[in-house]
C-alpha cells in the first residue's frame, strides 16, 4: 500500500538484449538492496529500446524475456519488486503524449544527456522526433508510477532534472500537488570498465560478459582482459590503476583483505598476470555459477516468466491508471 | 461494418470554443453529405486543443460540449457519423507515442503547416514538443480510425503528405500492409471571409458569428460588416469583390437568381449598402433561427449528450483498439 509520504523506487532497462556485469555492478545489486526497503518497479523498456532498435522486434522482444530471466536469476523477487513491460502499461504512453505540452524543443535539446547521445550518433537534426521527446517519456514512466527515488548514474541527473521540471510545471498549471517530484539516488559504485577497458562495459562496443555466460566463455573473457601494457616481465612493477583485472577484483572478490595484498605484490613487482587472472576466475565463476544455474531452471517454464510479467505489469497499471485519472482530472479531461 | 475496401472519414475540431459560420460554410457542410455516404469519425480534440490553450482546461472542456452541440444542431446524425472526444480514446495518444519514432525532427520542422504557424507564432524553437509533433498526432488519429478520405483545407495538404509519409514507413518496417493511406477531400467552398474581411473568419480574430448567435446578434454583426469602402453615395457603382456582404449571400442565399440580380444592380450603382443588408439579414436569421432553436433544446439535456459522446467514443474506441492491437503485434509488443 503506497501513502502520499511513501518511497517508491523507479528503475528499469531497456531491452535491447541480456544484461551483462556491467548491469550487475551498477545496478542490480543496488535494486536487490532496494527491494528490502521500498517499494520498487522495475520497468522493461521494450517502446523505448525500439525506439533505438528501429525494426528489430524480434530482438526486443526476446530481450524482455532475457532480462527478466536475469532478474530472477540475480534475486529480484517479484514479490518485493514489481516488474513490468512498458508497452503492457499504455498509461506510460498516454501521460508522455500529455507532458509533450509542458517541454520545449529548446528544453530538450539543452538537455545534456540528449545532447552528448545526439553528438555520439552524428545525427543532429535527422534523429527521430521519439529520441528527442525521450526524456518526457522517462518523465511519465517515473511520474505515472509515482517514483521518488530514482537510481541513477552521474550521466543521467539531467534526466532528473528535466522530470522535476515537469512536474513543478504541471502541478503550477493544474494548481494541485498531482505529480510528485523525485530524487537521484547516485549509485556509489564505479563504473565497471569493459574487457578491453576502454570505456564503461556495454553490448554495444562488445567489451561485455553476460551474467549467462557459461564456466568456458568466462575463462576466456579473463584470459582476453586487458591488465598493464607495461607489465612486460613477471618481475618489473605493475600498475593496479586502468587494469581491468583489479577493477574486477575490486568489484567482485568478496575478500578485500586478498585483493588489497593481490594489488601490493603486484605494484612491487613478481606477480604474474596469470595468477591474479586465476583468481579472478575464481572469483566470477563463484559469482555466476549459481546465477546461471537458476537461470536455467527459470528458462525452462516460459510460461512462468510471461505470467510474472502479465502480474507486475497488471499491477504496475493500477497505480498508472490512477495517476492517469488524477492527472485527467486535473486537466479538465472529465466528461461524466 | 468496416471492410478492408471500405472508404472512412476522419475529420473534427480543435475544442477551442463553439463553431461560428466560417465553419457552416467549410467543413459542416460536408460532414452533412459525407455521412450519407460513408463511414465518418468526428474527433473533438480536446487534447490538441489544450496544446495551445495551455492551463485554460474549463475552456476546453465546455467546448467540447458547445461543439458537440453545435453539430446535432446543424444535423450531423449520431446514428450516422460517430462523434468522438480524444481524450476519452487513449489509443490515439499511444499510437501517436510509437509513430514518434519514425518522423525526423527535421523532417517535422520542414511541414509547411508547422512552418506557417510557427512564423505566424513567432516561436521558433521555443515551441512546446507538442506543438511540433502535433502531424504525428495527426496521422495517429487518422490512422488508429483506419480513415481513408480526410476533408481538409489546402493548407493542410502537407499534414496528409506527412501521414501517407508515416504510413508507408511504418507498413514498410514491419513488412505488412497494417496501416492504411489516405487521400485528401478538398473542399470546393472557398474560405468565409470575417466580418470585417480582414482574412478568414475565426474565433481568433473576434470577426465571427457564432452558430448559436442571438438574432439580435445576427443583426449586429450584418450591421457591422464591410462592404466597399468607396461605395460612398447609394447613387454610385459598387464593388462585388471582397466585398463581406456579397460573399456571405454567395456561401448562403439559397436564391443564387437573385443574389446575381443584386450583385448587378450593385455594380451599376443605385443599390444602398442598407438593403444589402437587410437581404442577408433574411438569409441569416432563416438559415440560424432554425440551427439555434434545435440547440437550445438539446442543451436543456446534457446528459444526453454525454452520453452520445460516451457512445461515440466507445465505438471509435473499437476501431482503434483492434487498430492499436495489430500494430503492436507487427512491432514484436506480444507477450502472450
Redesign the interface.
Known amino acids: 500500500m503506497t501513502t502520499p509520504q511513501s518511497t517508491v523506487v523507479v528503475t528499469g532497462d531497456r531491452t535491447t538484449g541480456p544484461l551483462h556485469l556491467g548491469h550487475f555492478a551498477g545496478s542490480l545489486q543496488t535494486r536487490l538492496q532496494l527491494q528490502d526497503q521500498h517499494q520498487q518497479f522495475i520497468l522493461l523498456a521494450?517502446?523505448q529500446a525500439?525506439?533505438d532498435h528501429?525494426?528489430d522486434?524480434?530482438g526486443?522482444?526476446q530481450a524482455?524475456i532475457d532480462i527478466a530471466l536475469d532478474y530472477l536469476a540475480v534475486g529480484i523477487d517479484p514479490q518485493k519488486s514489481t516488474i513490468l513491460?512498458q508497452?503492457?502499461v499504455?498509461?506510460l504512453?498516454?501521460l508522455?503524449?500529455?507532458l509533450?505540452?509542458?517541454?520545449?524543443?529548446?528544453r530538450?535539446?539543452r538537455n545534456p544527456t540528449v545532447k552528448n547521445e545526439l553528438r555520439h550518433k552524428g545525427q543532429e537534426?535527422?534523429?527521430?522526433?521519439?529520441?528527442?521527446?525521450y526524456p518526457?517519456?522517462q518523465a511519465a514512466d517515473i511520474t505515472a508510477l509515482r517514483g521518488t527515488l530514482i537510481p541513477v548514474g552521474e550521466d543521467q541527473l539531467p534526466m532528473i532534472e528535466q522530470t522535476n521540471e515537469i512536474v513543478r510545471r504541471f502541478n503550477r498549471?493544474?494548481g494541485k500537488p498531482i505529480l510528485r517530484e523525485c530524487e537521484a539516488l547516485l549509485s556509489n559504485t564505479t563504473r565497471l570498465p569493459g574487457l578491453d577497458g576502454k570505456g564503461k562495459m556495454s553490448r554495444a562496443a562488445g567489451n561485455h560478459l553476460s551474467l549467462s555466460a557459461s564456466a568456458d566463455e568466462i575463462t576466456a573473457a579473463v584470459n582476453r582482459m586487458y591488465t598493464d601494457a607495461q607489465h612486460l616481465t613477471v618481475g618489473s612493477p605493475g600498475r593496479v590503476e586502468g587494469n581491468v583485472v583489479f577493477s574486477f577484483l575490486d568489484a567482485f572478490d568478496p575478500d578485500s583483505v586478498k585483493v588489497a595484498e593481490l594489488k601490493a605484490h603486484y605494484q612491487h613487482g613478481g606477480l604474474a598476470d596469470s595468477v591474479v587472472k586465476a583468481r579472478l576466475n575464481e572469483v566470477l565463476q563463484a559469482l555466476l555459477a549459481p546465477i546461471r544455474a537458476r537461470r536455467q531452471e527459470l528458462a525452462k517454464e516460459p510460461d512462468a516468466i510471461?505470467s510474472m510479467?502479465?502480474c507486475g505489469s497488471a499491477k504496475a497499471r493500477q497505480t498508472a491508471v490512477l495517476t492517469?485519472h488524477k492527472v485527467?482530472t486535473?486537466?479538465?479531461?472529465?466528461?461524466?
Open positions: 521494450d517502446t525500439l525506439a528501429q525494426g522486434y524480434h526486443v522482444r524482455v513491460i508497452s503492457m499504455p498509461e504512453a498516454e508522455s503524449f500529455y509533450m505540452n509542458l517541454v520545449t524543443v529548446a530538450l535539446e537534426r535527422d534523429v527521430a522526433a521519439g529520441f528527442l521527446t518526457i517519456s498549471m493544474v510471461l510479467l502479465l492517469l485527467k486535473a486537466m479538465g479531461m472529465y466528461y461524466f
